[in-house]
Each structure stands twice: as C-alpha cells, then as structure tokens.
C-alpha cells in the first residue's frame, strides 16, 4: 500500500503547483484587460434610453401635417452647380439659370422644353396636402367663384424628384378656367387640366385633358413625372424653345420696405389663407382653414413631407369680369401697369405689375411672362426662390390688422404699424348665379 500512496503524492502535487502559478498570473494581468463589464455596458444603454424618452413629442397631424417621407433634396442645386453672380434678368441670365426662380437647374436641358401651367386643385379639403408645389418656380393663385380659389402652377426647368422616386405623381388635378390662356400666352407654354366647362375649352389653346384613372374620385386626376416631360417634348414640336424672360433675382433686400411678416387672405370665410414668415428659413409659409373659417393647417407638399417655404408672395390688383358665378375672367393681357404688393425677407414693398408690349415685344413678336416693377418703374427684385402669386380684385382692401381668430375683428379692426396684412378679398362685381 505504501508504494501506491507515494504514487499518488507524485501525481498530485505537480498539479496544485501549476494550478497556484496560473492564480499568480491571473492576479497579475494589466487592468486595462478588466476596463469594460457587462455592468458598465448596460449604464450606457439606459442612460441613452431616457434620453430618448424625453424629446417633445411633435405636433399632431391636426396642427401641422407631417409626412413619414424622406425630404427631398431636389430643389437645391447640386454641389456642382455654376456660382451665381446676382443680380439677375431680367433681360439676361447666364447659362443653366432658371429665368423664372433665379436659381441654377441640376438639368440646363430642361429650360429648352416648354413650361407646363397645371391646374391644380385647393378644394375640397381632401385635394391637400397637393403634390409637387414645392417644385414650381411660379405659382398663381386665382378665385374661381363659389368661394374658392385654385392654382395655376407653372412647372419648368428641374421637375419634381425625391430620392424614392423618380416619377412620382403631380396632383390633383382638376378644370381649366378663362384666365389660364392670358397666362399662357405670357409664357408660351401649355395648360394640363381636367378638361374644362363648354364656356371655357373654347378660349383655350394648346391644352392636355388629363384622364383619370378613378373617374369617381374628384381627386384621382395626377400626373405622373415621365408623363409631364413627354408633354413637354411634343408641344416643344408645336410652341418652339421657351424664352420666359423678364423677372430680376437678388438676394440683397432691397431698400424702402415695411414690416411684412404676416399675411392674411380670405377670398371667402371658408378659403382663409395665412402667410407666416419664417427667420430660420427666410421664407414665408401658408397656412389655411379647413372649409370651416377655423382648424387652420400649415400647407405641405405631399412629396416631400415639408412645409411650402415660399421666397416671394406677389398679390396684385387685377380687374376680373364675372360672366356667372365659376366663370370668371382676368384682364391680364396688355397692361400697362397696375398695382402690385411684394413680400420678401419678412418685408412688404409697394410697386406695380405689368405686362406692357416694350422693344422686346416689338422686335420678336413673343411676349414676356407677367413682371414686377418697384415703386420708380423699375424692375423689382424678387429673392431667387419660388413666387407665389396671389390674384385679386381691384378693390380688394388692403390695412394692417391685428394677430386673431377673430373674423369680425380682422375684418374691421385697424394697427397700423403691426406688420400683419390684411389683403380682404371683394368679390368681383356683378357676378351672376350659374345658370
């Protein structure tokens, strides 16, 4: 038994050796090997956990509309694009620089193609948020009758494009009205609409009826992008290249304006419009009532999931005729000069608009689109950007008012020095019921 019991002694104790050595060398490991534990790893994560948990909640659908869509990049010209000596036009523009928003375009070969003047639907309420208004250079706003309004959107140079689509929908669309031809003949450019009443398709020219594919939808009729530029490129064939010349850009404010930084609109207690002006963008943004005279949302494009940030807002004095209630016309052709409103840079200026025949008119035989003169006759400087252009009466009232959801004292109150315009819409004269 004695010799077996050495052997186990033998066996053993080269074990407990090596296993005390390898407890001196675990004690004897840098720290920095013992720097992170699991503890450490989850502190962190809680702690960026209650962060999250404590950013303000956005806004509710109901106070400004808000699109799960990535923001569009389109609009701004890229990384390439041509440095821009301002100012610019109105006679001249250099090379790849839309004549219509100042701004250089990310494709030159666009402004070679006609604009397109789409007929663009405000009401009823479920045609907003539309799609595509943040892409337009130019915007008119008109009354229609009935106690709305409707745009006439001018789409040229760059089209609409966000980084998940390419072709996406431009909409609603909806009937073509009297004006839209005086316009575009300014332009030289075609009108898209969803056909128009037997009093009107007669007065117009170069006009796309859109089809629907939801005939029972009054708001089923969009155009797509690639369809657009097909357009483009067949009445290019008809109308010949665009030269929409005429409008000046500068960043600079000019000198001369006053406090400007609110707008209020009504064309009727049901189509109240708001113009807010933004500091942090430098643009002004629109809000509206939902048919109610209340419940105002601030305007996006259903694109882009942005709010509508509008350089310049134009509100010109034009005499309408009134044949029936929706069947209105504008004198806009041939105009000397009348008067006009700009706001920019949170300021608003007095001048005039016009669309006289000048040397230009004289020796090509085209016209020029609609122009902005400053108070001295001169031409105005808009801010490169989009311009908004909202059409009103002759005698449509303008006064400063005061901030309210009060219609009544909107309407009737006076503060002078306040900045806030109220532009109150009179309905044009002798308007007749539709028979």
Known sequence: ?????????????????????????????????????????????????????????????????????????????????????????????????????????????????????????????????????????????????????????????????????????????????????????????????????????????????????????????????????????????????PNPIGLKFDPTVPEGGKDGHTIWLPYAYVDQVWWHYDKDSGTYHRWQDKENGKDFTEQIDSLTGKPLEIENVAVIFVNHIAYRETLIDLTLLYTNRERALFFRDGQVFEGYWTTKGEEYEKTTGRLRPLRFLDKNGDPFPLKPGQTWVEIVTQETPVYETQYTDDYYRLVNNREPGSGIWAVRFVHPENMQPNQ
């Not at 808000?66 to 036009?89: F, H, K, R």
């Open 1 to 241: 038994m004695k010799p077996a019991y050495l052997n186990l002694i033998r066996i053993i104790l080269p074990l407990i050796v090596i296993s005390a050595a390898v407890v001196l060398l675990l004690q004897n490991l840098p720290e920095t090997k013992q720097a992170v534990s699991p503890t450490q790893t989850r502190v962190e994560i809680t702690a960026a956990s209650s962060s999250i948990e404590n950013t303000p909640i956005p806004p509710t659908p109901t106070e400004t509309p808000v699109s799960t869509n990535t923001p569009t990049e389109a609009v701004t010209p890229t990384a390439t694009a041509p440095v821009v000596s301002y100012p610019v036009g109105p006679d001249t523009y250099p090379e790849g620089i839309n004549p219509l928003n100042g701004l250089p375009v990310n494709d030159p070969s666009t402004l070679k193609l006609p604009p397109a003047l789409l007929s663009i639907s405000n009401s009823p309420v479920t045609a907003r948020p539309q799609a595509g208004l943040s892409f337009a250079p130019l915007i008119y706003e008109m009354f229609i009758g009935a106690g709305n309004s409707r745009f006439l959107t001018i789409f040229y140079g760059d089209l609409p494009k966000t980084p998940e689509n390419d072709n996406p929908e431009i909409g609603p669309i909806r009937s073509g009205r009297l004006a839209y031809e005086h316009i575009r003949k300014l332009l030289n450019g075609f009108i898209v609409m969803a056909y128009a009443s037997v009093w009107v398709t007669p007065e117009l020219n170069y006009f796309h009826n859109l089809q629907t594919e939801h005939p029972d939808d009054i708001n089923g009729a969009r155009l797509r992008v690639n369809d657009l530029t097909a357009l483009k490129e067949n009445y290019q064939k008809e109308l010949g290249e």
